[in-house]
């Protein structure tokens, strides 16, 4: 059985179609029939843009970590007290147990 577990679900397809644009960016301004200077300057105002933008999703992609592990420490510690209480009604029941 092949393993499809490489670019499956959406952070994996929209990785790849980035780094296609990319590529495809590149080659196109490589090829294009301009200056050398002219064909830097395109390709660090480029780059320029694409540090910016990366950055900027970076910053939303820690908030969004960091709000879901938020959430979920909220929910474990709620589990985690609700099984101590338990654990602590058991215990005081087999420790005094009514006679029947």
């Known amino acids: 059985m092949s393993d499809d577990n490489c670019c499956s679900g959406s952070g994996g397809v929209l ?8 590529v495809g960016a590149g080659l196109a301004l490589l090829y294009t029939p301009v200056s050398g200077r002219e064909a830097r300057e395109r390709i660090g105002g480029l780059a320029g843009d694409l540090k ?3 950055e900027e999703w970076s910053g939303d992609v820690k908030q969004k970590v960091e709000k879901f592990i938020d959430e979920e ?8 007290d609700a099984g101590r209480d338990a654990m602590a009604r058991e215990k005081a029941r087999f420790e005094n ?3 029947e």
């Not at 990785?15 to 990319?22: D, E, Q, S, T, W």
């Not at 420490?73 to 589990?79: D, E, F, P, T």
């Open 97 to 99: 147990p009514t006679p």
């Open 15 to 22: 990785l790849a179609f980035i780094a296609g644009g990319l």
């Open 73 to 80: 420490r909220s929910v474990i510690k709620s589990a985690y």
């Open 52 to 54: 910016k933008k990366s």
